[in-house]
């Protein structure tokens, strides 16, 4: 994970058109973030095995927040919102139906801190996570049950940002997010699922 961030941050430095070493790292900002999600629920009930559902999907969404610069440490917190499917089914543990799980919407409040390096910043980050989570289940030849819930947890990552100006900055994110399971006796039965996924972001933040 070193070696990924770093290169990373290496080859976001080539795109950048302001000095990381005098950009001012103490400030507001806003912006727009892509987002790749992937990883499984898991489906399980008491007395059979359980299923992993693969899933995954494209998303958007925003993020504002603030850091200051202590001396090229620098730390604060973001609030960000995001929309579109992590998605995925498949057959559920001990029985001929179809499972399938999706996280629609996801929010998440995080602390973040980092170091102000020549190249940019080089943080992590990690907060409580909320998210709106579906599953159902779907019998062979039948109808759907299907049970829609908000669910928390929490979010954790890593990231790098690059100057591109004396007010904007480009970078890019890893994070892990888990929230929880999700069970429904009425429409799910005995039938529970987990649900985590890893993200990879593309984001943009413009200071205010």
């Known amino acids: 994970m070193r070696t990924l961030v770093l290169g990373l941050s290496f080859f976001l430095a080539t795109l950048g058109g302001a000095s990381a070493q005098e950009f001012n790292w103490t400030r507001f900002y806003a912006g ?109 030849g039948g109808s759907a049950s299907t049970t829609s819930q908000v669910k928390f947890g929490y979010s954790a990552g890593v990231g790098v940002e690059v100057p591109v100006s004396d007010t904007v900055t480009v970078g890019g994110e890893y ?12 429409k799910l039965g005995t039938t529970g699922a987990s649900t985590s996924f890893h993200s990879l972001r593309a984001t943009a933040r413009f200071s205010f």
């Open 175 to 186: 994070f892990y997010t888990d929230l929880g399971r999700i069970e429904d006796s009425a």
């Open 32 to 140: 727009p973030f892509a987002t790749f999600g992937f990883g499984q629920s898991v489906f399980s009930a008491p007395a059979t095995t359980s299923s992993a559902v693969g899933t995954a999907g494209f998303g958007l969404g925003g993020v504002i927040g603030n850091t200051y610069d202590f001396n090229r440490f620098v730390v604060g917190g973001e609030l960000d919102l995001q929309f579109g499917g992590v998605t995925g089914s498949a057959t559920c543990p001990g029985a001929t139906a179809t499972c399938a799980a999706t996280t629609e919407w996801l929010a998440s409040l995080r602390a973040k801190a980092g170091i102000a390096t020549d190249m940019g910043l080089i943080y992590g980050t990690v907060g409580p996570a909320v998210g709106g989570v579906t599953a159902s289940i779907t019998p062979a």
